[in-house]
């Protein structure tokens, strides 16, 4: 069964600081990892990643895929209260299935 | 676009009643998602439709469960007879044939069952 596993569940920091959040995954025929973001209602699309070594990035948020250990990052920097969301990581295999989510990381950005 | 569009966007019954949940995908799109999210489950897929047709409902947790799609731009879940512990926040989501990958999701529907 595709597993998609993200760490930590919860984190606090301070506005400034630099967050690292993890996804590791263990899919058949792996395809696609994806990042999204939610806030107080539903999920947003932050990045797609399919191969390994390329970094993508979007402002202060960044990420990059390590297909031999099957994992993902999502880096963060100089975090702002905006970014406090709930961050989750999905999977998805080859041929037309859905994504697998993992259960998300809620990360509170304080001032 | 106005993207995906869900009714109600809250919903409070009593258990034991008929719920049903609406949505309408983005224009273009066929591919159509219902989730499920609670916090102690996370993000749950309950059943996905393909043009219209189910392609795999082995999410929906049991036979009260049914979801139906008649036409490209209007999906229902329905849900009979409600219990408490269907009370989650429910999501459909749509894509296209050439990006299933990146969903957009509705508002969400939150389900309170008492």
């Known amino acids: 069964e595709d597993k998609v596993v993200q760490s930590p569940l919860s984190l606090v920091v301070h506005e400034g600081d630099t967050v690292t959040l993890n996804c590791s995954y263990e899919?058949?025929?792996?395809?696609?990892l994806l990042w999204y973001k939610q806030e107080k209602k539903a999920p947003t699309f932050l990045f797609m990643l399919t191969s390994s070594g390329i970094e993508k990035k979007s402002g202060r948020l960044s990420s990059i895929l390590d297909k031999k250990e099957l994992f993902s990052i999502l880096n963060i920097t100089a975090t702002q209260t905006g970014d406090s969301a709930i961050y989750l990581c999905?999977?998805?295999?080859?041929?037309?299935?859905?994504?697998?989510f993992g259960k998300g990381t809620r990360l509170s950005v304080i001032a | 676009d106005a993207g995906v569009i869900q009714s109600p966007r809250h919903e409070v019954t009593e258990m034991g009643q008929e719920v049903t949940l609406r949505c309408k995908p983005i224009?273009?799109?066929?591919?159509l998602f219902w989730y499920r999210q609670t916090m102690m489950r996370g993000l749950e897929l309950l059943i996905y439709f393909n043009n219209n047709v189910p392609i795999d409902d082995s999410g929906m947790p049991e036979d009260r469960f049914s979801a139906k799609m008649p036409n490209a731009s209007f999906s229902t879940l329905k849900i009979q007879p409600s219990e408490p512990r269907d009370s989650a926040v429910y999501f459909c989501?749509?894509?296209?044939?050439?990006?299933?990958?990146?969903?957009?999701f509705g508002p969400g529907t939150r389900l309170l069952v008492l």
């Open positions: 999905a999977s998805r295999n080859s041929g037309n299935t859905p994504l697998v």
């Open positions: 989501a749509s894509s296209w044939q050439g990006g299933i990958e990146t969903q957009y």
């Open positions: 899919v058949t025929n792996f395809r696609s």
């Open positions: 224009s273009g799109h066929d591919y």
